[in-house]
């Protein structure tokens, strides 16, 4: 079967999801997660991309990246990272081979509620996993930097995120009592799917202007709308 076309567009959101080789684990410790990161931060700085998520699950990651300068820049990040992260395993364990599951999977999403709700999606991973009973009890996603109960000071915050609030109180609090709120299977399922097939996030109006920016038709198109925000 041929691979679907991997659909990447400069200055706009991706959900980014990445697993390991047969599903096997890919973290097994603390320094484990922390390389990962350190990886992360360094290469999305080299190359101009913002994170706006992430989530470090044992056998698979989860994230939220905008490239601003080139859309090959999106791919080039997951390489080193992944790369890299494999040099290391392979020395700490003395094994050779791949870490990886094949290619990472991404989809374009959707910026306002559809860029809020994949964040969601992507920090509420381990309440999903059953690891957790609150996604703050959780030490390995951008959550807790968020909500201000824990420090990154790469993280980068999307434009939408800052429109919770005018001051950093504020925006926690709101960002706090989005994350609570239910979410809906469709909503889920649209986020999910989406990814795993390499298409897009959003409305049937972003899903529409997209294929007219790159003049082709973007196929198994995701329909559905999260829930606002209260103001």
């Known amino acids: 079967m041929p691979r679907t076309a ?3 567009i400069v200055n706009q959101p991706h959900h980014v999801v990445q697993r390991g080789h047969n599903r096997q684990v890919v973290f097994a410790d603390a320094d ?3 390389f990962y990161l350190a990886t992360l931060a360094e290469w999305k700085e080299k190359l101009a991309c913002r994170v706006y998520a992430y989530c470090l699950m044992t ?3 989860h994230m ?3 490239p601003s300068g080139n859309a090959n820049d999106l791919g080039l990040l997951m390489k080193r990272v992944a790369g890299r992260y494999t040099r290391y395993i392979n020395k700490k364990e003395a094994r050779t081979g791949t870490v990886w599951e094949g290619r990472y999977k991404s989809s374009p999403v959707d910026c306002g509620q559809y860029l809020l709700a994949c964040c969601r999606y992507v920090e509420m991973n381990p309440v999903r996993a059953g690891i957790v009973v ?3 009890a959780y030490r390995w996603s951008s959550y807790g930097a968020k909500v201000g109960t824990a420090e990154n000071s790469w993280l980068d915050l999307d434009g939408f995120y800052l429109g919770l609030g005018r001051s950093a109180d504020r925006r926690q609090q709101r960002y706090r009592q989005w994350m609570q709120e239910t979410v809906s299977d469709a909503e ?3 986020i999910r799917q989406a990814a795993r097939r390499n298409q897009l996030t959003g409305s049937s109006r ?5 294929e007219k920016k790159l003049g082709k038709r973007i196929e198994m198109r995701g329909r559905g709308r999260p829930k606002k925000t209260k103001k």
């Open 64 to 66: 939220v990246i905008e």
């Open 6 to 8: 991997r659909v990447v």
């Open 188 to 190: 889920a399922e649209l």
């Open 134 to 136: 609150q996604p703050e």
């Open 32 to 34: 484990d997660y922390s």
């Open 206 to 210: 972003f899903v529409d202007e997209i």
């Open 59 to 61: 056998n698979h990651v």
